[in-house]
C-alpha cells in the first residue's frame, strides 16, 4: 500500500503530529470519550490504527469512569485475539497524556454505510459476513469473552474496488471477561442490538451476542434496525415485548431459511436461539447450501461454502477455525471436468491435491490400482519429497467423476502459519500411515482387499 500523505495542519490544526513512538497521519473518527488516528509504526513497518483517550475527561466523571474502564478492558487484549476476522490489538500504552491502543488498521470504514436502504448488499454477501462475524466471536466466546457491543459500528468492512471482501470484528472495550477477577461494568451496548437479558442487567452468556449478530444481519438485509422508536423507552418495551418483523416482508428475495434463522435468533428467550456459535454458523451456512440465495453470475464460491466444505474433509479433521480460514484464503480451488488429468506419470511436479469433491483414479501401467474419493490427497511427495527425483510421478491421476480439489505448491505452504503447516504434516503423516497399512494388508492378507 503507498505512504498516506500527511494531513495539512491547515486542515486540521489541531490533528498531534506524533503519539508515542507513532507518526500520526489523519483523524479517522472521534467519540464523546476517545479519538481514532491513522498512524505509522516505523520500526515494523506498517500503517497502524491510535485509539487514544480523550484528554480532559475527569477521572471522577462517569465519562471518565467508563473510559479508564472500557481501556482496561481493551488493554487486558494485548495480543490474546488472533483471528483473521478479529482487529489485532498490538499494544496498549498507559500514558499520563492520555492512554492509547495500538490497533490493526483496516482501511475501508465499518459497515454502518451498508445499513441504509440505498446501499444495500447482496443477501449472499449478507450472509457471508454473518458467517465470518459468527466464527470470529465463537473463537472470542472460546477465549472466555462476551463482546457484548456487537453492531455494524464495530464490524470494520475490507474493500476492494468498493466491494466488501472481509469484515473484521472490533470494539472490546465493552467486553465481558468471564475469566477476569475485576469488577465488570454491566448494562453497557447499543440499545439497538440489545436483547433483553442484556438490558436486565442479567448474567450473559454467547446468546446475548448471537441476537446482536442477527439485529446487525437484520439491518444488513432491510436497511432497518428489528425495533424502531423515536423514544428510548418505547424501544426497551419493543425489545422485551414485540416481535420483529418478517424480513421477506421488507425485502423481495429473501428466503424463508434466511428470514426464519434470523428470528430465531432474536428470540425474546435466549434458550429459544441457537445455543451456541457453532449451531449459528451451520444454520447461516445451511442457507448457502441450500441454494435459496440470489447469486449474481459472476459471484465466485463464497467462502462460507469453502470453509464448510473444509470442515467435512477428514484430512483437516485436526484444522481448527484459524487454520481452515487461512486454507481457505491461501490454497487454490480448482474444478476438474471428467477425464481431467491431475498428474503424468514421468512429469515432475511440484503441486498437491486434496480432493474436496468427486473422484481420481490412479493408473500404473495402464491399469487402475486406486480410486480416491473426498478427503485424501494426491500428489503429496511434491512437498514432501527431499530430492527432485521424488518428485517425478510415477502414475497418471485422471479424474473419474467431476471433482473439485484444493491445490498448494511448496511455495504457497511456505506462506503458511508455523501451526496450520504443523497440522498440514500431522494429515500427511496420518494419510501415509494409511497407505503403508494398506500396501502391508495387500502384500499379506490378498484375500482380505479383494
Known amino acids: 500500500m503507498p505512504p498516506i500523505p500527511v494531513a495539512s495542519a491547515a486542515l486540521e490544526p489541531d490533528l498531534p503530529a506524533q503519539i508515542g513512538k507513532y507518526a500520526v497521519r489523519e483523524r479517522l473518527g472521534e467519540g464523546a470519550t476517545s479519538e481514532v488516528f491513522l498512524a505509522h ?19 471522577d466523571t462517569p465519562e471518565g469512569h467508563y473510559q479508564a474502564h472500557f481501556f482496561a478492558a481493551e488493554a487486558a487484549l494485548v495480543g490474546r485475539l488472533q483471528h483473521p476476522n478479529v482487529v489485532q490489538i498490538h499494544d496498549a500504552v498507559d500514558d499520563p497524556a492520555g492512554p492509547y491502543l495500538v490497533m490493526e488498521y483496516v482501511p475501508g470504514g465499518t459497515l454502518r454505510r451498508f445499513c441504509r436502504p440505498d446501499a444495500l448488499l447482496p443477501l449472499a454477501q449478507v450472509v457471508e459476513i454473518g458467517f465470518k462475524c459468527a466464527m470470529a466471536l ?39 471477561n468471564l475469566h477476569a477477577e475485576r469488577t465488570q461494568v454491566f448494562r453497557v451496548g447499543s440499545l439497538a442490538y440489545m436483547p433483553p437479558e442484556q438490558l436486565d442487567g442479567d448474567v450473559l452468556d454467547a446468546r446475548a451476542d448471537i441476537y446482536a449478530l442477527a439485529g446487525v444481519l437484520f439491518h444488513l438485509v432491510a436497511g432497518r434496525p428489528p425495533f424502531e422508536a423515536a423514544q428510548q423507552p418505547a424501544l426497551m418495551h419493543q425489545i422485551y415485548h414485540a416481535a420483529p418483523p418478517s424480513l421477506r416482508e421488507l425485502r423481495d428475495g429473501v428466503p424463508p431459511a434466511l428470514d426464519d434463522l434470523v428470528r430465531r435468533a432474536l428470540a425474546k428467550r435466549r434458550d429459544d436461539r441457537h445455543p451456541d456459535w457453532d449451531h449459528f ?57 471428467f477425464g481431467d488429468a491431475l498428474h503424468r506419470r514421468g512429469e515432475e511436479g511440484d503441486r498437491f491435491h486434496i480432493i474436496a469433491q468427486g473422484e481420481v483414479e490412479v493408473f500404473r501401467d495402464g491399469k487402475s490400482v486406486a480410486r480416491l474419493g473426498a478427503g485424501t490427497s494426491v500428489g503429496e511427495m511434491a512437498y514432501l519429497a527431499p530430492s527432485p527425483d521424488l518428485r517425478r510421478h510415477s502414475a497418471d491421476v485422471i479424474v473419474s467423476q467431476p471433482a473439485t480439489t484444493i491445490s498448494f505448491t511448496p511455495r504457497t505452504l511456505g506462506q503458511l502459519g508455523l501451526g496450520t503447516l504443523r497440522l498440514f504434516d500431522a494429515a500427511f503423516i496420518r ?8 500396501a502391508h494388508e495387500a502384500l499379506h492378507h490378498p484375500r482380505r482387499i479383494l
Open 431 to 438: 494419510v501415509l500411515v494409511r497407505r503403508l497399512h494398506a
Open 41 to 59: 509504526d516505523a520500526f515494523h513497518q506498517r500503517d497502524v490504527a491510535i485509539k487514544r483517550v480523550r484528554t480532559g475527561l475527569a477521572p
Open 138 to 176: 465463537g473463537y472470542v466466546a472460546r477465549q472466555g469473552l462476551i463482546h457484548r457491543d456487537v453492531k455494524p459500528a464495530n464490524i470494520l468492512a475490507v474493500l476492494r474496488h468498493d466491494a466488501v471482501v472481509d469484515v473484521k470484528l472490533s470494539d472490546f472495550g465493552s467486553a465481558m
Open 281 to 337: 454458523a451451520q444454520a447461516l451456512a445451511a442457507v448457502v447450501a441450500g441454494g435459496e440465495l440470489p447469486r449474481g453470475p459472476l459471484q465466485s464460491v463464497l467462502d462460507s461454502e469453502r470453509f464448510g466444505l473444509l470442515r467435512k474433509l477428514e484430512f483437516f479433521s485436526g484444522f481448527g477455525d484459524v487454520e481452515l480460514w487461512e486454507v481457505v484464503h491461501r490454497a487454490q480451488w480448482q474444478r476438474h471436468p
